[in-house]
Every structure is written in structure tokens, then in C-alpha cells.
């Protein structure tokens, strides 16, 4: 695994870290509406509830792709940018794309880490849009 690999995970965390904070706030703000719903399948019972996590998540990442080229907090600390394959800039499309790629591969995260790792480091949103992550240092 090399440096751009870590800050890669390591600008993960700290998106995700930043999105559980607000995401919890939420919920215990919003805790009155906390009803459980459930239904009957297969002869088992089902519950599930709200949860604003995937809302925070879609909000997070589409609103730094509009208004900072994509680059969230994470991306920041760690100086790491995405780009495509030639190493060229991403329009706003592709980074939208990318994002709600993104929120998919978080809902299937045990499938996504494992891809991530067995497949040199590359996600499922990198394989659809053809992009890559780079170190800032790298950006002529």
C-alpha cells in the first residue's frame, strides 16, 4: 500500500467521522419521530427505522462536489485530489456520479472493502467513472 492508498483511507475516516458527528446530532434532535417499523416475512419479523446516516452521506459528498470541485475535509487534511485516469480535472457530472457511486459502495461496505483491497486499492466508483486518487504534490 502506498502513501496516496493511506491518506486515501485516512481522508475516508476522517469524511466519515464528520458525517457520523452530524448524523447522530440529527438523530437525537429528531429522536421524537424515533418509530420503529416492521414487517412479516418468510414467518420472521423485520425492523428497521429512519436513519439519517445515508441522507448525510448523499448531502456531504454532493454538496463538496458542487461547491469545492469535490475536494471534502478529509481530501483536504490528507492533500489528495481525484482525477481521471490521464490525470486530467473531473467535470461536475462526473464527480456527482462518482459521489452517489460513492453513498452505494458505503451502504455495501463489507463488499466495497473487500473489492477495495483485493483489486489494487480501486473502488466501484473509480471503476465506473475511471478515475484515480492522487497526492496534490503530483498536480502539475
Known amino acids: ?30 429522536s421524537l419521530f424515533d418509530e420503529k417499523f416492521s414487517f412479516d416475512a418468510l414467518g420472521l419479523t423485520f425492523y428497521y427505522k429512519f436513519s439519517f446516516s445515508i441522507l448525510f452521506y448523499v448531502f456531504y459528498f454532493v454538496l463538496f462536489d458542487l461547491i469545492n ?15 481521471f ?33 483485493l483489486n489494487n486499492f480501486f473502488t466501484i466508483h473509480d471503476h465506473f467513472c475511471q478515475t484515480i486518487t492522487i497526492s496534490k504534490s503530483r498536480i502539475n
Open 85 to 117: 485516469l490521464d490525470e486530467t480535472e473531473l467535470p461536475k457530472v462526473t464527480r456527482l456520479k462518482r459521489s452517489l457511486l460513492k453513498v452505494v459502495g458505503i451502504v455495501i461496505l463489507p463488499i466495497a472493502v473487500l473489492l477495495f483491497f
Open 1 to 30: 500500500m502506498n502513501n496516496t492508498q493511506k491518506r486515501r483511507i485516512g481522508a475516508f475516516i476522517i469524511d466519515a467521522i464528520v458525517i457520523g458527528f452530524f448524523a447522530t446530532f440529527a438523530e437525537n434532535i429528531f
Open 69 to 83: 470541485n469535490g475536494v471534502t475535509l478529509g481530501k483536504m487534511i490528507f492533500k489528495i485530489k481525484v482525477v
